[in-house]
């Protein structure tokens, strides 16, 4: 009798092991895709954008669907020019735009979500769509100025690769086209 008491007992004991096993990966697994949503991504790309907060899914709330596609496009614009930071053909205004884009874009959210909690259904869109607009003009700018850096960039790694052909005239071609006629 204390043998299948026993028995039954480390049954029960493997079972609850299991289902709190199974209980931690399904609820990591929903941890991974709200995150995905609040960050407005599909869920296997969460953590990959560079301003990881919920605001722009909150203002995406207020907003249709044509619109949340401005602000998807205006946030990925914004993203990349902030992921040139440490770029060393960074201009100053280039510098301020970025610093606008880190510290003032999420107060010009956030205040505008404000103004969103305590307005009627109907008043919502009156602050959520020219909030919207701004974003998609600082988009816009934020893009052209990513655009220009990532150019002078591309000059200066020009400029390098002209130097050291200059500096080993003959054998950085022919060592390059070898490699690439021997495959």
Known sequence: MLEVLGGLLLFFLVVMLAMVWLGIRLARKVVRRVKALANGLPPGLAG??????????????????????????????????????????????EAQLMISCEKRVPELIDTCLERCRTAR??????????????????????????????????????????????VIPGQARTTVEGRAASR
């Open 121 to 166: 259904p109907g008043e919502r869109c009156d602050y959520a769509v020219p909030t919207l607009e701004r974003l998609v003009r600082i988009g816009e700018e934020a893009d052209a100025a990513r655009k220009s850096i990532r150019a002078r960039d591309d000059g200066r790694l020009l400029t390098m690769h002209n130097y050291f052909d200059t």
């Open 48 to 93: 990959l954008t560079a301003i990881p907060d919920v605001r722009w899914a909150r203002l995406a709330a207020h907003l249709d669907r044509r619109q949340r596609e401005a602000a998807r496009l205006a946030r990925e614009r914004i993203a990349a020019l902030l992921a040139e930071r440490h770029s060393a053909a960074l201009t100053p205004e």
